[in-house]
Structures are given as structure tokens and as C-alpha cells.
């Protein structure tokens, strides 16, 4: 019978040689240990006098886990393996169709996103689904850790991992360290968290509190120089990023280790050996494997095989990240020749410090344009200063997390100021959620690193500041290199640190030197800014925003946003312009030929409109600082009439150009067949005869002849009007157009003024019911009802002004009518609109433009056209035409 394995099958299988493997190293530790315990007793290893010897032998001594009875030792490699494959293959999954892993989906989310909501799925997403499964692990994790070490004499794992240290002072010299470099951190998280403020607001930022850890640009808070775009300080220097460069160039993952190599072999180092470039996972790969995608360098240990594991991409930092991985293979490389106990770093902090100061050259501006990178160095303070505020955003800010990760080992939590971005319980493990907690790789190197740049430098030649050092291709810096990297843990670290930097201790003076410039400018910002350096509100937690987690889809970068809206506010102009000329064109010179024209660009401005409302709706404005951003936004969500089909909203434009084009040419006519417009023959009979059955005839007449031709037109437009309004999430039409009004009181609102004013109306309307009952007498005034509407002076009696002398209380006082004068003194259309033009100027406001007097219709045309009379204003949406319709 056959066996085809499953894609499980596979896994389950090589967790299993993972696991068996991890055994058989320890059963060789343990026969090898019992061995050297049984040969060589405290006693005797006093009377060695070679320390080496003495040193190796103490060595093989510790048995960590080979200590465990086999049970318990295969159960502490399967939770090793356990996590190990928990951490690698956690997902989180935005929906059913869709899941991201941390490489590269969620780093790259964190990374790029300036979504609040989006960072924070992103951020909790990751530490439920890796910390969470954790959690029941790791408790037992430590617990058979910590039997292991007591058995080899120490107090527990972290005592153990302390002695790697070979200082009974450590802890208290780091804690010396971190205090001196304290207010330098504190300096740059307070301006980090200002600029935050600025873009997230006050919300999501407190100005005395920690800094939510979801918004540094890294999935642990623990580099931010991801978010160095919110905070350049000099935004219009040269940017130093030659990612772009690299793409034009042809880079590929290959290209990028070569070029690292080259750094190294230029300093009289050793090449990456055939095994390394046969072997090495440069890549992510592409056959649906599930890999660590977490970039790592290995040895096996045979003098001869070693390979980095990494899923590359063409970028700058990852450029860097390759000559770092590669610094721990070159370590490697060194002490190959090494018995196997002493083939590692000096102390577990020397193999991170190598493979740091190496990016600390290759990031220089200096070094990028000696590998053609960079086409030009700019060499001016302002250029250091974004320099070593992205250098800070990276390397100071990485300083309390590597301290922290050891800090969390050894039981102590302080020291970031930042905070989860949710409530969080112990249950949630969320220190897991970092490969170096499940993956058990100590991580302090932060101060090692400058240490050794400022010697290398010194080897190097290089004077002036060192944020501007780059050994590169210096044979004098290599040789200092390689006598710290051949030594590997052969000797106490101290003894290494005194050979290669001339003292035995770490310090923090190299480190505070290459910051010096930067530090200064971040002092004298945060005091001209008033800022709290720390976070007195220590336990302040931001709320959870609105709408999370479902509109985590959404755009929520303000800066795109208005991007977006110039793009719109530029095409609208030229889309609008193009409708409002045609309709001008139609309303000044009605015909069936403009009317189409009118239409098809109607069409054109809602397909325009459809098109950016759509691209409005992917963004979240909630948390937006710019409220003239968010109301625009949201009014571009509606699409009012563009919701229809291209069916509906053809036959809706055609309603409505019909509609008006029947208002405007409807007349009344009399029975000698002289028919009557409304502009201007019906309305001045509205307000100047004082005959009822005059009035009649004209105010039934323009409803017959208007309103009741409309009637069946104007129910579908209501249906219509009604369907887009629902399409656009209102009620009804209605809705849409008390939404214009941006209150949702105002129904309430117009409610609540209309009773403070009725009083006055009634005693109006009393009294002109009074008046008019004197001019027409009881049977057609009914003075407890009603005032029949065509006797107002208006067709729609929305003003009453026009009977001002059937209701006039002074008759013989001195009446304001201009309007004999004017005609007294010659005045017309044209008159009138300049006089109305010297009131505004009057006041200090604007003329009328040129284009106003050249275009604007302001009497009805005596060629015959049929035109639209009633008065309107037109904007044309080119910024300098602004006419007036009017007969």
C-alpha cells in the first residue's frame, strides 16, 4: 500500500525531525557533560593553569535541557517546536477570502498604513493569533527551563542566561546605562508622540501619556523609523531612501547579498563560501511553503555551511538588514576553527553589535553614492539633521525594547512608554507575540554597536562627526573586525571589548557622540513646544474608534484624502463648467437641440460625480483633524442623482428638462385668443389688478396651463428623485434635502422658530384678511378662515408686498417707491445691476467681473427666443465667469 503524504502530513512530519534532532544534540551534550563531570572534578580543574582549557571544560559542563529526564526533555523541544511553528504560521484573517501573515502582509501594514483602525486589526490581529496559543505553553516552557538550569547550579533560566555575561553587576550596569541615555530617549519619544498628535489628534494621543504601540511603524513598537515620514524635520531636503535607485538598477534579493559581500571582502574580510550561496534562502518561497519568514543567520557547524534565511525584497532597509544577517555569517566565518563551545559571540550581545555596525557605514549617504545608489551627497546641517532623526527612530528607539525583552525574562516591565492600543490581560500574552520570546534569543546590543563604530572609525581614518563614518573599504578597520570576530566566546567579552576599543566596559559615550546633533535640536523642540518628556499618565489607554473593526478596509490618511479632493476639485471645474455652459445655453435659447446637448453633459457630470463619490466612500473620515476635509467627503458620498441606472437618470434629466421646459413656455390665453406669458404679462397682473376676477383668471389659469400639464411628469420624477435619495441611504428625497442642512435638529429646529414667530404671522395675516375684506367685501373674505391665495399680489402668495396699497395704515405719509424716478430718469436693466454694483463695492467687496456685464442676460430677448425668465445667478465654475438670468 502507497503512502502520499498530506500537505499536514509533511508538517507534522518535520516538526517530528525537528524535535528528534533537538534530542540527539542533547543526548550528545549530556554523554559529553557526563563525561567532562566525570573526569575532570572542581579539584582537578583548579590546578589547570591554562584558562582556556579551564573555560572550554565548564562549558560542556552545562547540559541546560539535556539535564530533563527523557520524557520531560522530549516535552521541552515539542513546546519549543510547538511555538516555534505557532509564531511562523499565525495569520490574521480580514475576512473569509483573505488572510495575512506577518511577512510580508502585516509588516507591510504596519509598516505603510496610517489607518488608526486598520493598524490597530492589524496589531491585535497578530498578538491574539500568535501570543493567545502561546500562552498555555509557555508557563510549562519555563517551568522545565528553569529545572534544567537548577540543575547545572544556577538559580533559574535567567540567572543562566545573566552568567553568559561573565558580570555579577550586569543588571545594575545596563540599569546605569539606560538612566544615562534616559533623557535622550524621553526627548525623542515626546517629539515622536507631538507629531502623532498632530496627525491622529487628541483622541488617540495624550501629550502625558504613553504612545499607543500600534502607531511606531513596527509590529513590537520596537524601530520607528517606519514613521519617519510624519516627522521630517526638513521635509525639503533630499530624501535618502534609494529604494527606487535599486529597482532601476535591477536589484534582486542575489544582487543585494553580493553587494553586502563586497562591504565585507573590501575590509580584508572573508567571502561568503559556495555552500552559502547553494544553500541560503534568500527568498520567500513561491511553492506554498510555510517558512519564518524572520530573517536569520545559521551555522551547521561543519566549518563549511552557512546560510541566511530571509525573505527579501528590493528595498534600502532591507539592503541594510542583508549586510546585518551577513555580519553574523562573516562571525561565523571567523571562529569556524573554534572548538564548538566557544563558536558564538563574546557575549550574546556581540552578534547583534557586529551585524548593527556594519548598517551604521552602509546607511550613510557617503557610502550609498560610493556603490552609485545615490546620485549626490548633501552636506548641510539641516540633511544630518533628518539623517540622525531616522537613525534615532531606529536605533534610540530601539533602546528600553532590548533591554525590555531581556527585562521581561528576568521579571520587569518599565521603561518604553508606550501602551496596547486595547485592553489587554495577562491572557493575552501578547510578549509572545515577539520571535525572540518563542525563538529564546537574547537581544541586548544597543550600546556594543557604536562602541565598536567609533573604534573601526578611528582604524578607519575618518575625522569629523561620526554619524558620517563609513569604513568601507578599509583594510585597517577589517583587521580591528576580524580579531573581535576569530576570538568568538573564547574569552571573557570584557577581555575581547579591552582588545578591540581599549576598555572593558561598555559605555555610552560613542553613542550619545553620533547623536549629539540631533539630540540638541530635540531638546530645543520639545522645549519650544512646551512638551512633558515621559508619561505621567502612565495608565491611559486610547478608546476603541468608532466603527471598528468593520471599516478597517477603509483610507483613513488624511494627506491621500486631500490629495484626492484637489484631483477632484481640478476635473469637477472642467466637467461642471461643460454642463453649466450647456444648460446657460438652453435656458438663454430653449430648443430641442439644446436640450440634448444639455443633457448628454448633464450625463458627463454624473458619471464624473459617481465616479469620486464611489472613491469618497473608501474613506473613513472619523478620526480626520481637517473638518473641511471630512464634510467634503461626506457630501461627495451622496451621489444624489448619479445612484441611477444610466436608464433612470436619462429619463430623469428628461423629466426635468421637459418640466422646465413646459414652465417656461406654458401662457394663459383669453378667449381673443392674446395669450399671456408668465414673465412678464401674468405676473404684473398679480400684483398690479384689483379685479378678483382678473386675478382668477390669471392665477387658475397658470395652474392649468403649468401645473396640471406637469402633473403625471412630475409623480415620476418624485419616484425617481425618491430612488436615488434611498440609494444614497435616505428615507426619501425629503431626507436628502434636510440633510443638506447638516443638522439633525433641524426639522425641530425650523419647528421651534416658526412658533416663535406665528404670533407675529397671524397678526399679519389678520390684518391684511381685514383689509382685504374691505376691498371685496364678506362674500369673498371670510374673516375667521382662510385669505383666498390669488389676492396676495404674488402667483404663489409667497409675498404679499404687491397689495401694499389695499393695506397701507398711513396712506398719506410719504410712500417709498422708486420706481416712478427710475423711469423719471431713464434707468434700465443695466442701470440697475451697475447701481446694485456700487452698493457692493461700497462696502469694500468685489466687482462684478468683466465676464458678468459681457455675458449675463438681464432683459428678456426681443429676438423671439423662448427663454427661462425666472431670475437666477450661474456660477460657470472657471473661477472668473459669473452671470445673471434674468427678464
Request: with cysteine; charged share 25%.
Amino acid at each position: 500500500m502507497s503512502f502520499i503524504p498530506t500537505n499536514r502530513g509533511i508538517k507534522c512530519f518535520v516538526h517530528f525531525l525537528q524535535v528528534a534532532a533537538s534530542l540527539e544534540e542533547q543526548a550528545f551534550t549530556e554523554a559529553w557533560g557526563q563525561k567532562a563531570k566525570a573526569t575532570f572534578s572542581d579539584s582537578l580543574m583548579d590546578t589547570f593553569t591554562n584558562p582556556t582549557l579551564k573555560k572550554l571544560i565548564k562549558k560542556i559542563n552545562v547540559l541546560e535541557a539535556a539535564n530533563l529526564p527523557a520524557a520531560e526533555r522530549e516535552r521541552y523541544n515539542t513546546i519549543l517546536s510547538q511555538m516555534d511553528s505557532i509564531y511562523s504560521k499565525a495569520k490574521v484573517c480580514p475576512s473569509p477570502e483573505e488572510c495575512w501573515s506577518l511577512e510580508p502582509e502585516l509588516s507591510e501594514i504596519m509598516a505603510t498604513s496610517r489607518s488608526y483602525k486598520r493598524l490597530l486589526y492589524a496589531w491585535e490581529g497578530w498578538h491574539n493569533s500568535s501570543g493567545v496559543p502561546l500562552r498555555p505553553l509557555y508557563p510549562e516552557f519555563v517551568e522545565l527551563s528553569n529545572k534544567a538550569t537548577q540543575m547545572d547550579g544556577f538559580d533559574d533560566t535567567g540567572h543562566y542566561w545573566r552568567s553568559w555575561y561573565e558580570s555579577e553587576t550586569f543588571e545594575q550596569d545596563l540599569e546605569k546605562l539606560f538612566k544615562q541615555l534616559e533623557p535622550l530617549y524621553h526627548n525623542l519619544h515626546a517629539f515622536v508622540r507631538r507629531k502623532l498628535y498632530d496627525y491622529y489628534g487628541p483622541k488617540y494621543i495624550n501629550l502625558k501619556g504613553p504612545i499607543p504601540a500600534h502607531l511606531l511603524g513596527n509590529m513590537w513598537s520596537q524601530t520607528w523609523n517606519n514613521i519617519y515620514n510624519m516627522m521630517i524635520p526638513f521635509p525639503e531636503k533630499p530624501n535618502v531612501d534609494v529604494t527606487e535607485n535599486m529597482v532601476a538598477k535591477g536589484y534582486n534579493a542575489t544582487h543585494m547579498f553580493r553587494v553586502a559581500e563586497e562591504f565585507f571582502t573590501s575590509l580584508g574580510l572573508l567571502e561568503m563560501p559556495d555552500e552559502f550561496w547553494d544553500k541560503a534562502m534568500l527568498e520567500k518561497p513561491t511553492d506554498g511553503r510555510e517558512v519564518v519568514c524572520h530573517a536569520s543567520a545559521w551555522d551547521f557547524y561543519n566549518r563549511k555551511d552557512f546560510r541566511i534565511k530571509q525573505c527579501t525584497t528590493v528595498t534600502m532597509e532591507q539592503l541594510f538588514t542583508v549586510h546585518h544577517e551577513m555580519g553574523h555569517v562573516e562571525y561565523y566565518l571567523q571562529y569556524k576553527d573554534q572548538p564548538v563551545s566557544f563558536r558564538r559571540g563574546a557575549n550574546p550581545g556581540f552578534h547583534e553589535a557586529i551585524g548593527d555596525v556594519l548598517s551604521l557605514s552602509v546607511s550613510t549617504p557617503k557610502h550609498l553614492h560610493s556603490i552609485n545608489l545615490l546620485d549626490q551627497v548633501t552636506d548641510d546641517a539641516e540633511s544630518d539633521i533628518n539623517y540622525l532623526l531616522k537613525m534615532a527612530l531606529e536605533k534610540i528607539a530601539f533602546l528600553p525594547f532590548g533591554y525590555l525583552i531581556d527585562q521581561w525574562r528576568w521579571g520587569v516591565t518599565k521603561y518604553q512608554g508606550i501602551c496596547p492600543p486595547t485592553k489587554r490581560t495577562e491572557e493575552h500574552f501578547d510578549a509572545g507575540a515577539k520571535y525572540h520570546i518563542p525563538g529564546n534569543t537574547p537581544y541586548i546590543s544597543f550600546i556594543l554597536q557604536f562602541q565598536f563604530h567609533e573604534k573601526l572609525c578611528r582604524e578607519a581614518g575618518h575625522t569629523g562627526p561620526l554619524h558620517k563614518c563609513d569604513i568601507y573599504k578599509s583594510k585597517e578597520a577589517g583587521a580591528v573586525l576580524e580579531k573581535v570576530l576569530k576570538a568568538g566566546s573564547s574569552k571573557p567579552w570584557t577581555e575581547v571589548l579591552q582588545e578591540a576599543v581599549g576598555t572593558n566596559k561598555m559605555d555610552a559615550g560613542a553613542l550619545m557622540s553620533y547623536f549629539e546633533p540631533v539630540t540638541t535640536w530635540l531638546r530645543e523642540q520639545n522645549e519650544r513646544s512646551g512638551e512633558v518628556l515621559g508619561w505621567p499618565d502612565f495608565n491611559w489607554v486610547p478608546p476603541v474608534p468608532e466603527g471598528y473593526p468593520e471599516d478597517i478596509g477603509k483610507i483613513t490618511d488624511e494627506i491621500q484624502a486631500k490629495k484626492f479632493l484637489d484631483e477632484y476639485n481640478s476635473t469637477a471645474e472642467v466637467v461642471w463648467n461643460a454642463y453649466t455652459e450647456a444648460s446657460w445655453t438652453y435656458n438663454t435659447d430653449i430648443t430641442e437641440d439644446h436640450k440634448e446637448i444639455m443633457l448628454e453633459k448633464n450625463l458627463e457630470m454624473a458619471n464624473h460625480t459617481k465616479i469620486y463619490g464611489m472613491e469618497a466612500r473608501k474613506y473613513d473620515t472619523s478620526d480626520f483633524q481637517d473638518e473641511s476635509v471630512k464634510r467634503i467627503l461626506t457630501k461627495l458620498s451622496d451621489l444624489e442623482r448619479a445612484a441611477l441606472s444610466e436608464d433612470e437618470l436619462k429619463e430623469y434629466n428628461n423629466l426635468l428638462a421637459s418640466m422646465e421646459t413646459l414652465y417656461s413656455v406654458a401662457t394663459v390665453c383669453r378667449d381673443d385668443k392674446n395669450c399671456l406669458p408668465l414673465d412678464p404679462d401674468l405676473n404684473k397682473i398679480m400684483a398690479e389688478s384689483r379685479d378678483y376676477d382678473e386675478l382668477l383668471f390669471a392665477w387658475q389659469g397658470w395652474r392649468n396651463a403649468s401645473g396640471r400639464e406637469l402633473r403625471s411628469s412630475y409623480k415620476r420624477y418624485v419616484e425617481l428623485a425618491n430612488l436615488a435619495a434611498t440609494s444614497n441611504g435616505h428615507t426619501d428625497n425629503g431626507q436628502f434635502w434636510r440633510s443638506l442642512y447638516e443638522s439633525p435638529t433641524f426639522e425641530q429646529d425650523l419647528e421651534a422658530l416658526w412658533k416663535d414667530l406665528e404670533p407675529l404671522y397671524l397678526n399679519v395675516h389678520a390684518y391684511v384678511r381685514r383689509a382685504l375684506f374691505k376691498k371685496y367685501g364678506p362674500t369673498r373674505i371670510n374673516l375667521k378662515g382662510p385669505i383666498p391665495a390669488h389676492l396676495l399680489g404674488n402667483m404663489w402668495a409667497q409675498t404679499w408686498s404687491g397689495i401694499m396699497d389695499l393695506v397701507n395704515p398711513y396712506p398719506d405719509a410719504t410712500q417709498v417707491d422708486a420706481t416712478p424716478a427710475m423711469i423719471a430718469q431713464g434707468w434700465n436693466a443695466k442701470r440697475m445691476f451697475e447701481e446694485s454694483d456700487r452698493f457692493f463695492t461700497s462696502l469694500g467687496l468685489l466687482p462684478m467681473p468683466d465676464e458678468f456685464w459681457n455675458k449675463s442676460m438681464l432683459e428678456k430677448p426681443a429676438d423671439g427666443r423662448e427663454v427661462v425668465c425666472h431670475a437666477s445667478a450661474w456660477d460657470f465654475y472657471n473661477r472668473k465667469d459669473f452671470s445673471h438670468g434674468l427678464a
